[in-house]
């Protein structure tokens, strides 16, 4: 291709890419990724780059004049792809594993296509339907009863964060009109477990950190109602108000469940809102044998849960399901004039459950990926991904030198390296040694966690591509690294 | 193809679309949106469908087995497209027209296939520094100084929380730990012109409705800065506490330009926080003679501005510049211990920057764009946008029966039809019904607007597709709709 300028184009063009121009060059991008998918095991799972290495390689100026597409996506494969971390690696086992899956990126090129903008029913009545359709679909897969309406987000952190702003207004209605200042203040109860996103929730709806308080969990990280109790009567007797009990099934560290009918009890007794933030487990929930870990979350107030982590849809895409949308609506509706429409009452303008005004078609890729693998395949993946979890956690289980650290409900294992040769204040810089040096090879990524204070390694499974034989190799390299750790311990201390 | 259950392919196979599947139903979809864009003028604009129609043509529940690709995207093309409204037709002109451009389009068509969370660095060092080069790039296109540092989000709606959030923690910098319960109440300064977002920001942040105090605007729709001085004066001595002022350039109902310079005197002297917000206008600052209506935006501790409005990126892609990003790192900052990593000190985790922890890999597009089209390419479409702009707004001066409501600094015209033979009272519901007249010919969009207590329409130019001959023939269809609504009002009155 000549280095035509597409600025500056001989007939003066001011248009978008020629549709020819762009045929060839989506060809050749659709099939650099079947390519890619096919072969994602042979890049290095975690990024291989020092801190401003992809900025290194890059000209300190935009350029003036327009390039053609494809020397630019040879620079997206050579300057690019080296600073990429393979979210799509068989092998990539940290924070929660996903899978952004063929049918989910078939619905974001048709996504980015239309280009719609589905803040009122009429900017794109699809927009707004197929997604109360599609988020109709699944509640029913969940089993979540008919009175929850869902509305799709960007993140789970915007999700919760929405949910307890409706909270928030059932708590202080007055605060709509005139803020926080002045009243009492409040609170969110939330397990020591919980997601940051629900402190970020409470700092932006200016409730402030100490606004959540954390509440115990056993001795298998699940919030303690009693405690919860407690702390309840603790607060009303120095009067604080409090504005809701978040629970969660999959917590970010062991993926521990709540134990939500028991939370529901308290939460119902006290009038408090109930937010259940399954975002990373809530797909499990289609499979019968695994919804026991959600028992009471039908009485829950609103629940969030993300498609773009264990449902193979790409990021993002989360979903809010509320019971009460009416309290979402009082806490954001504004319809000013120029978002007036004459449907006003008889369509939903999902622009009204939110602080986001510009809403992307993010429900087709979510009907084409329930669509494509139906929900019997979408069950039998998930059951596989479990299965492999609790194959792994029994090899931890059955070496001595390694322990599990908290139950296994779901496809996340949580354990550490703990063996006798090594006395208890070298473990922690042991596992994180060895969590680096697998790490590094590349052949694998984990993430980690604290827990009861000590450092513990995280193993999640969710991407499609995963088969047992990757896990028997992930947990060869972490075996071979503890021994080098152990290795060079003992050879410092010799 | 046969009806493969991809659910339960006959290895049992609990994978992934096959790569060659997906090569043939990516170059379908490819060859679909070359084709959709080439002729997009076929389908009508606004979508001529019911509330309801869609849900009523796709079926009660998701299926159990999957389903072929193929099926799903013939699907697409007969029951979802018929609800679209389309965003990328040349007559499209309602709220800000956009442009998901070729190259925008291959991006997101990458992002996807990527599927990466660069929510901390090494979880997608390309994704943390190609956002940061590519805003600097930007930045420096724009003429912000270097002190700006960018950060990409979805909307300007969050983009404007964030950076209101920065300026609450600024104005209440004990709120991080105790909220805002007991403080004094506080208040946002906006001309009565800004966008429904910051009343939106104002609600989430639990400063209330009364937290935004609208300020007057002059008769062509600009903040009065001595107005703004007034109204602090004023809340002053009631005992509110002022938290921000925000400047507009480019609002929404009609592109007005608040006279910044001036308005950052004032933030200055009352050492307030000053945002502002050009979502829509922003990349007009890159043209030269434009950006005479930014002048003094360089003294802004936070600017807004949307690449997916009027820079041909698809929705979504908002980019916040901040002077003052540790002010937004306070506001945000918590990491839990399952985030913190090795870089931490030495490279940015962009997660710090907002609520959203899930990020999307959005500066890839946006690269694509910048390079695709080059600086001089963008800056001589958006040229030629104001171009069509303003022909446009001289033939309706030029026509006695029409009035332009506001001038035209960008590439939006707002304007009415006020004939001298309808009295005043029957102007608005002239105008409603001729503007439903026009939408409902499939052949143009546009959306509406109250200025002064009076509806006027709106005509917005952001698509790379829109001739001169779109313009005539909108104009067209807006004449021929008066003339028959005038008709009708005179034979109803007669």
């Not at 979540?144 to 993140?155: K, M, R, S, W, Y």
Request: hydrophobic residues 40%; glycine residues 8%; proline residues 6%.
């Amino acid at each position: 291709m000549a280095m035509r300028k597409n600025g500056s184009s001989p007939d003066g063009s001011t248009g978008d890419m020629p549709p020819e121009e762009f045929r060839a060059a989506g060809r050749e991008a659709v099939d650099w990724v079947a390519e890619y998918l096919a072969e994602v095991e042979k890049y290095p799972v975690l990024a291989q780059v020092r801190p401003g290495q992809l900025r290194g390689a890059l000209p300190d100026a935009a350029p003036e004049q327009g390039e053609p597409m494809e020397q630019i996506l040879d620079d997206f494969r050579e300057v690019v792809l080296p600073g990429v971390t393979h979210w799509n690696h068989p092998s990539f086992h940290g924070y929660f594993a996903v899978t952004g899956s063929g049918p989910g990126i078939l619905g974001e090129l048709l996504t980015a296509a239309l280009n719609v903008n589905a803040m009122v029913w009429r900017s794109s009545p699809a927009g707004t339907e197929l997604e109360e359709h599609t988020l109709d679909w699944l509640r029913d897969l969940l089993g979540l009863p008919e009175a929850f309406e869902g509305v799709i987000n960007d993140t789970a952190s915007h999700s919760s964060l929405y949910a307890l702003a409706a909270a928030r207004e059932e708590a202080y209605p007055e605060a709509r009109e005139v803020g926080l200042a002045g009243s009492p203040r409040g609170r969110i109860y939330a397990s020591r477990e919980a997601h940051s996103s629900i402190e970020k929730a409470a700092l932006t709806l200016g409730l402030g950190r100490e606004g959540v308080r954390k509440v115990e969990a056993d001795d298998q990280f699940r919030m303690n109602p009693e405690a919860l109790r407690e702390a309840l009567e603790e607060d009303r007797s120095r009067g604080i108000r409090p504005v809701a009990v978040v629970a969660t099934v999959g917590t970010t560290s062991t993926s521990s469940a709540d134990p939500v009918a028991e939370l529901a009890e308290v939460a119902e007794e006290w009038g408090l809102w109930l937010h259940v933030d399954c975002a990373y487990a809530g797909a499990s929930a289609m499979v019968p044998e695994l919804r026991v870990h959600f028992r009471g979350w039908e009485r829950a107030d609103s629940v969030v849960f993300n498609p773009h982590k264990w449902l193979f849809t790409p990021v993002d895409c989360s979903v809010l399901y509320c019971r009460r949308p009416e309290a979402l609506e009082r806490a954001f509706s504004l319809t000013p004039e120029y978002l007036r429409t004459r449907e006003q009452g008889t369509a939903r303008n999902l622009m009204d459950y939110g602080v986001a005004l510009g809403r992307r078609f993010r429900a087709l890729k979510l009907w084409f990926v329930l669509r494509y693998f139906g929900a019997e395949g979408i069950r039998s993946r998930i059951r596989e991904h479990v299965r492999l979890a609790r194959l792994f956690a029994e090899w931890v289980e059955e070496d001595p030198d390694w322990e599990l650290v908290a139950p296994v409900p779901f496809s996340t294992v949580v354990f550490r390296y703990a063996s006798p040769e090594l006395d208890g204040e070298e473990q922690d810089p042991a596992n994180e040694e060895l969590l680096e040096k697998v790490n590094g090879t590349g052949e694998a990524f984990l993430s980690h966690t604290r827990l009861r204070g000590r450092i513990s390694l995280r193993l999640s499974i969710g991407n499609l591509r995963t088969r047992e034989k990757h896990l028997t190799r992930t947990w060869e390299l972490l075996r071979r690294s503890a021994t080098e750790v152990v290795g060079q311990t003992a050879s410092r201390l010799g």
